[in-house]
């Protein structure tokens, strides 16, 4: 397991420890913080550090057993940089409104899924069927496809119930929180001052604002998600390889046994042979 290197003053320098400002606060976060200055509360990264690399070993340890995982950043200055995540990584993510019920009412939310993909297969150019729609009702499909991808794009192909779900700003995304919570999935989230700490089983404490503190989280998730896809791609192959060298044992197993199946019937021949003509012979020298 390779987990990407990182230092603390890596994240001093991207603006971790920079939390809100202090009447901003959460009670719940003072374990979590190193004190104030300039009405500013300062994030102690002598315990972001550990936390991070915790939550950097679970991510990878899903990956590298082929898991599924949502991550969620509706802010605006988090949606371009997780769904570049999620698309490195060929995982799933929602940028935009979270769509309500979205874990708790997956079958409901596939049925929509199920919708988008067929509002793509009725526009896509290759389907000859599109030519005997007017130009209004493929404008109306388009307007239809459009915004079920815009809430739903980056989990059709999800398939189902994620294995963990990473959250970058918990206070925005609370209907996702409490859906995870309700089923179990584990959380892994970024958890500023004025955040809630409760129930989230890998929490990083740091800036979920800036950009800057945004893009290295990302960048370091990405690099290990990629490591534990990578690791779980050669075990893959060498499971595909032992399978196909089992196959070829049990071809040479069975060969040999036709082999010997064939001697054995050679010798039963022979014997059978042999059997027949001396009681040739017991008759012949009976008669005489």
């Known amino acids: 397991m390779a987990l990407p290197e990182f230092s603390m003053r890596q994240l001093i320098d991207a603006g971790v420890h920079f939390g809100h400002q202090s009447h901003r606060w959460n009670p719940k976060m003072k374990p979590y913080l190193f004190g104030v200055r300039n009405g500013i509360h300062i994030i102690d990264l002598q315990q972001t550090v550990p936390l991070l ?3 950097l070993e679970f991510l990878n340890d899903i990956s590298s057993n082929g898991g599924k995982i949502l991550f969620v950043g509706t802010k605006r200055q988090a949606q371009e940089p997780v769904k570049l995540l999620a698309e490195n990584t060929k ?6 409104r979270w769509p309500g019920g979205m874990l708790t009412n997956w079958e409901t939310i596939s049925k929509s899924i199920k919708q988008l993909t067929d509002l793509e297969s009725k526009l896509d150019e290759k389907n000859e069927h599109i030519k005997t729609f007017t130009k209004k009702e493929i404008l109306n499909f388009q307007r239809k496809k459009d915004k079920l991808e815009l809430a739903l794009g980056g989990i059709k192909k999800m398939g189902g119930i994620p294995d963990v779900i990473v959250i970058f700003d918990t206070n925005k995304e609370k209907i996702a929180l409490q859906e995870a919570k309700m089923l179990n999935i584990p959380i892994v989230a970024i958890i500023d001052s ?14 979920d604002d800036a ?3 945004i893009n290295t989280f990302c960048e370091l998730i990405t690099n290990t998600v990629k490591s534990g ?3 779980y791609a050669q075990e893959a192959t060498k499971d595909e390889e032992e399978f196909i060298e089992l196959a070829e044992d049990v071809n040479k197993l069975d060969a040999i046994e036709a082999q010997i199946n064939k001697d054995n019937s050679k010798e039963n021949l022979k014997a059978s042979d042999s059997s027949s003509k001396n009681n040739k012979d017991e008759l012949d020298l009976g008669k005489d």
Do not use: C, E
């Not at 004025?194 to 800036?207: A, E, K, T």
């Open 91 to 96: 995982q799933y993510y929602v940028v935009h």
């Open 211 to 213: 950009t800057r503190a």
């Open 194 to 207: 004025n955040s809630n700490p409760d129930d989230i089983n890998y929490p990083i404490p740091g800036n």
């Open 53 to 55: 690399h915790n939550a």
């Open 229 to 231: 896809m990578n690791s």
